[in-house]
T-cell receptor
Framework: KQEVTQIPAALSVPEGENLVLNCSFTDSAIYNLQWFRQDPGKGLTSLLLIQSSQREQTSGRLNASLDKSSGRSTLYIAASQPGDSATYLCAATFYNQGGKLIFGQGTELSVKP | DVKVTQSSRYLVKRTGEKVFLECVQDMDHENMFWYRQDPGLGLRLIYFSYDVKMKEKGDIPEGYSVSREKKERFSLILESASTNQTSMYLC??????????FGEGSRLTVL
């Protein structure tokens, strides 16, 4: 069974710190991986999409990497700010699953001023 | 920008009522999805659709049905709402296996 796991479930850091969020998946036949942000009571906002042929993607202070061989993706947030506080979810699409995404449980990030 | 619009942000219904949740996307996406999100359980796929009039069961289809009469609109139907269907419902759309876009969510409370 294909699974996506995010550890830890919650993370608290002081403002200004660089941090890494982790996402692991059980099947190397990954098509792409997407990172989302979710604010309380809201929908998910897409942050970055990495295709299986790519190693990383960058958007502003965010950098996402993908390592198929180890079954891992990381989301790096530079110089964290209180406004980065949210839940971050990763989701993977695999080759034999059509367009379906398999989601991790998310990491709730709190950036303290 | 892609826009996925869910018609109702908050609904309160009574047990046994029929509930319609509407979702519209404006980017001609072929794939549309309905998820529910519950604390501790994450996002779970209810139904998805790859084309007009096509539907596929997700992981938890029981108690739900869907309708896709037009490409831009995907409706989730609770034929007889129950209290265990109290949840946040999220609609999403994508073109092929590209980036997935979500609506703002519909929080349903069944009394």
């Amino acid at each position: 069974k294909q699974e996506v796991t995010q550890i830890p479930a919650a993370l608290s850091v002081p403002e200004g710190e660089n941090l890494v969020l982790n996402c692991s998946f059980t099947d190397s036949a990954i098509y792409n991986l997407q990172w989302f942000r979710q604010d309380p009571g809201k929908g998910l906002t897409s942050l970055l999409l990495i295709q299986s042929s790519q190693r990383e993607q960058t958007s502003g202070r965010l950098n996402a990497s993908l390592d198929k061989s180890s079954g891992r993706s990381t989301l790096y947030i530079a110089a964290s700010q209180p406004g980065d506080s949210a839940t971050y979810l990763c989701a993977a699409t695999f080759y034999n699953q059509g367009g379906k995404l398999i989601f991790g449980q998310g990491t709730e990030l709190s950036v303290k001023p | 920008d892609v826009k996925v619009t869910q018609s109702s942000r908050y609904l309160v219904k009574r047990t046994g009522e029929k509930v319609f949740l509407e979702c519209v996307q404006d980017m001609d996406h072929e794939n549309m999805f309905w998820y529910r999100q519950d604390p501790g359980l994450g996002l779970r796929l209810i139904y998805f659709s790859y084309d007009v009039k096509m539907k596929e069961k997700g992981d938890i289809p029981e108690g739900y049905s869907v309708s896709r009469e037009k490409k831009e609109r995907f409706s989730l139907i609770l034929e007889s709402a129950s209290t265990n269907q109290t949840s946040m419902y999220l609609c999403a759309s994508t073109l092929g296996r590209a980036e997935l876009f979500f609506g703002e969510g519909s929080r349903l409370t069944v009394l």
